[in-house]
């Protein structure tokens, strides 16, 4: 048995899943727990039951329970691929609704700065170049010039 703890959203990163798609044989039939723990895309999803099709292996899903093996499968698996799809759009909105509200609310800041932005603005000050100041600071040349335009917006 293998398992595998990682995002089904996307495909990069999933070691264990190229192994066992190395591994697989005519005849073998993998078993993933739901469909969106394979892949939230439809694309990804079927291209997986391809590759194992072409291998002479099918896929079995516990919940709902199906399997590759036939035609009917096949459809069952499409559609479940396409609703978990949908689904993830559906996450990803609300997520992003959610944000636009918080800021509105002047609630949602992002994430905390992990830099000395008084150390940027200093070094800035002192004309040293903000490629420079970023690698000696351990972060982007992006973030440098991000504190430095809100630092002149605010003053």
Do not use: C, W
């Not at 293998?2 to 264990?16: D, I, K, L, W």
């Not at 190395?22 to 939230?40: A, I, N, S």
């Not at 559609?79 to 559906?90: C, I, R, S, T």
């Amino acid at each position: 048995m293998r398992t595998e703890t990682g995002s089904g959203a996307s495909r990069e990163g999933r070691a264990e899943l190229q192994d066992i798609l190395d591994f697989l044989r005519e005849g073998d039939e993998p078993v993933v727990h739901r469909l969106d723990r394979l892949g939230r895309s439809t694309r990804d999803v079927l291209n997986l039951v391809h590759e194992l099709d072409a291998q002479g292996a099918s896929l079995r899903v516990l919940e709902p329970e199906v399997t590759t093996a036939g035609d009917l499968g096949r459809i069952v698996v499409t559609v479940l691929g396409m609703v978990a799809d949908m689904e993830l759009k559906f996450i990803r909105d609300r997520q992003r609704a959610g944000i636009e509200a918080a800021k509105r609310r002047g609630v949602y800041k992002g994430r905390k700065t992990q830099v000395d932005e008084e150390r940027i603005r200093q070094l800035v000050a002192e004309k040293v170049p903000k490629a420079k100041i970023a690698r000696d600071l351990g972060s982007s040349k992006n973030t440098v010039v991000d504190i430095v335009k809100r630092h002149r917006q605010a003053g």
